[in-house]
């Protein structure tokens, strides 16, 4: 069987969801894990992710290789990460066009940084080191943005460039792309056209928040809330546009019923399921 | 032009030190990201150190662990093993009059966090020693098991660590001794289990997890008290879980 050919809509895996996630039979069901916290040398929680896989596609989702920093991926980091890829054997990999470590700290967020003409060249290069240790294309997933900046360069633009310069594909965050918008005053629809449709692998749709202390309206991406009525037509109109691509619900907080996550996650397939096939070159089978 | 190193350095300052001159030019949205990381560290901490935080109430959790994390900033990614220095920082807080235990219980807690992550192997079963000769075993070196912590704590905190780890409701009340426990830590398909330990076989356990030889351990012990049985006591850390397999 090839686990990924009717791969459709997946969510996030939460240890508070191990006996509903792992039971749970939905066809084209997969599950995205991130990285970090599997980066342990044994235990409990390795025993559930063995029991996850054994029954559904996972996705390694990295949140901490710090891509954008200034600097080569930590080589610790890489070879945890390899020895984790090692025993999930996921069907696609992704990490963030975002930085996170610096000067042997690391700071638990994704951090922003002016797309110049030299950003780029690092940061393919970081691409570049990434994959080639680990023997295989990743995703990298566009930010969620808070600061305004001097960029040369506009995010899809960049995002492209990065996919000409180094075969890594993307994962285009919907709700990422529309607070970002808010935020910045950037406009989702002209990014989203902007975005090469063929390097697209996968899809993440998550809930935001309003940030009420801000002077200028702040939405956050908290992955704390269901996704957004104006996100779902954003998404919408990208599968119009690129046809079928596996695509997750993101829910890091505020933990919902497992049910719950799953009525959304069947909208997603649903929307899924009407579209037309298409061949999705970064996404693997075992 | 500046590098993407100096931004990254000018960033980070402004991050960490929001009355920095140039963090005002990142405008409002700066303290989005402030939040965020701060939150990272902070419900990391919570996590590993649930007991503190029922002890000494979310207030004071939330001050201490704000103030922990602005001098200890996590070193790399994988967060699982993040705040390691903890109960050191709440034995050195002036904060905590009257609570002599904390910190110690914080050390509890931290070790129950080493155990659940730590390597897996298999354990070493009674029935490996069990036809060995005398000689054989008296020489024997056992390896504790990578999940095995033993602890020995001040102020009774392993009775209040015990009474008072979530998910466990807490006592009305409980009867305080203050004095010195033992105890083991070790993971039994995949549960870390505590073990309440006498202050002999807390010894016995903590020589052997150095290298010292069975019949060593036995003799040292014996000349503190002659009426120990050794074999019972070997029975129980091996029943526990405390060691590792031995490999023939």
Redesign the interface.
């Known amino acids: 069987m090839n686990p990924t050919a009717d791969v459709t809509a997946g969510v996030s895996f939460k240890v508070e969801y191990f006996d509903e996630a792992r039971s749970c039979a939905a066809a084209g069901l997969w599950y995205e894990i991130h990285a970090e916290n599997y980066m342990v040398a044994g235990g409990p929680r390795l025993a559930m992710l063995d029991a996850m896989r054994a029954g559904h596609p996972i996705s390694v989702h990295g949140v901490g290789l710090s891509l954008a920093a200034d600097a080569e991926p930590d080589r610790t980091h890489l070879e945890k990460l390899r020895e984790l890829l090692n025993r999930v054997q996921p069907f696609v990999v992704s990490e963030h066009l975002a930085w996170s470590g610096w000067r042997g700290n690391y700071l638990p967020d994704l951090l922003p940084f002016p797309r110049t003409v030299a950003a780029l060249r690092r940061i393919a290069r970081n691409i570049e080191i990434t994959q080639d240790f680990l023997q295989r294309s990743i995703l990298i997933e566009n930010p969620s943005l808070y600061v305004q900046l001097d960029h040369d360069y506009a995010e899809a633009e960049f995002l492209s460039e990065l996919v000409q310069r180094t075969g890594c594909g993307l994962l285009v965050d919907v709700n990422n792309v529309y607070v970002t918008a808010n935020n910045i005053g950037s406009d989702a629809v002209t990014y989203l056209k902007a975005l090469p449709a063929g390097a697209i692998g996968e899809i993440h749709l998550a809930g935001h928040t309003p940030d009420q202390r801000a002077q200028i309206r702040l939405l956050i991406d908290t992955h704390a809330e269901p996704v957004a009525e104006a996100v779902w037509g954003l998404y919408q109109q990208l599968i119009n546009r690129i046809g079928r691509c596996p695509t997750l619900i993101e829910r890091d907080d505020n933990l919902p019923a497992f049910t719950e996550l799953m009525t959304e996650r069947a909208r997603a397939a649903t929307i899924l399921h009407a579209a037309s096939h298409t061949e999705r070159r970064h996404v693997h089978a075992h | 032009?500046s590098?993407?190193?100096d931004?990254?350095?000018r960033?980070?300052s402004a991050?960490l030190d929001p009355v920095a001159q140039h963090a005002a030019s990142?405008?409002?949205?700066?303290?989005?990201?402030q939040n965020?990381?701060m939150k990272?560290?902070v419900d990391?901490l919570r996590a590993n150190y649930p007991t503190v935080e029922r002890l000494a109430g979310e207030e004071w959790f939330q001050a201490a662990a704000l103030s922990y994390v602005r001098n200890h900033?996590?070193?790399?990614?994988?967060?699982?093993?993040y705040g390691a220095e903890f109960s050191g920082f709440i034995r050195a807080s002036s904060t905590l009059d009257g609570v002599p235990y904390l910190a110690d219980v914080a050390y509890i807690d931290r070790c129950w966090t080493e155990a659940?992550?730590?390597?897996?192997?298999p354990d070493l079963q009674a029935a490996q020693l069990a036809d060995l000769p005398a000689e054989t075993l008296s020489a024997m070196q056992l390896a504790l098991h990578?999940?095995t912590r033993i602890c020995s704590v001040e102020h009774s905190a392993f009775t209040i660590w015990l009474n008072n780890r979530p998910p466990v409701t807490p006592p009305d009340e409980l009867e305080i001794a203050d004095v010195p426990e033992y105890l083991l830590l070790t993971?039994v398909q995949?549960?870390v289990l505590a073990t309440r330990l006498e202050q002999a076989d807390h010894q016995f356990i903590e020589m052997l997890g150095r290298g010292t030889t069975l019949g060593e351990a036995a003799l040292a012990l014996l000349q503190g008290d002659a009426m120990l049985d050794l074999a019972a006591m070997l029975a129980r850390a091996i029943g526990a879980g405390a060691f590792k397999a031995v490999v023939t």
Do not use: K, W
């Open positions: 032009m590098t993407l190193t931004f990254q350095d960033f980070l991050l990142y405008g409002s949205g700066l303290s989005v990201y965020t990381v990272g560290m990391v900033l996590p070193q790399q990614a994988p967060l699982a093993l659940y992550f730590a390597a897996d192997a990578p999940a993971r995949n549960e």
